[in-house]
């Protein structure tokens, strides 16, 4: 009997953790980690003509267009890679782009699991203000409670860690208007559509915490049979 495609929906703020766990989930589970953000900045990085166009968005913490991010997720998700499952840190960040979703996932006889990741805005700012990001191989540190062994270099490649443009102090709380606004209207849409969302505190306890209570509502959620 052929099992359905999986689907994890990491939901949560920014700085709320949805990469940090979808990196350390996505080995366990095997499947892929989408990040929306990683895509747009790798256009940008590229200087492809989506870069140029959502360049300025991005530096400022503001949303790209639904219609470009819904076009790069809908193609990915369809890669055979993706076919055991996939882990969507960053999307659905709009109800436009749920809406689609749920039309996508519905195709394919897919019930996500839903985690909403809530943490204190507060803390939020901390984290953000202090994280970096390895410029080769995405690691994330903070240099508040992970920084790296090597000062300004990635434990694991040597590449140069930077702060993201838009983790600078005056954009953060750009990003968590936009998120109050735009896509905290996303959870009510997906309950709406009949999934529940699971509730995890995330900055009760590590990372490492945080991924197996993930990992055990995941397994508890038996994946449905494929659709003919
Ligand atoms: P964070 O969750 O920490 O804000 P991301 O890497 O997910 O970081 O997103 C960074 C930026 O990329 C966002 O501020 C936005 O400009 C753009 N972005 C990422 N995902 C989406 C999306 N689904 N819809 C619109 N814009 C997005």
Redesign the pocket.
Known sequence: MEQAQRCLILF?????G??TQAKLLKDGLGWIHI???????EHVAKQTPIGLE?EE??R???????E??NKL?EMRIDQPDCQTGFIL??????VA?AELLVTLLSARGVTPVVIHLKVDYNIIVAR?ASRRVCSQCGSLYSVASNAPIVTANCDYCGGKLIR?E??APETIWK?LN??DN??FPVLDYLKSAGFAAHEIDGSAGSPQVIMRKIAALVDDEPPTEARP
């Open positions: 949560g703020a920014p700085g709320s949805k990469g990040s929306t953000g990683d895509m747009l900045r959502i968005k991005m400022n913490g503001a949303l790209v267009p639904d470009m991010v997720v840190d960053g999307y659905p960040r709009t782009q953000l993201r838009d983790d990003r936009a998120f735009q896509t």
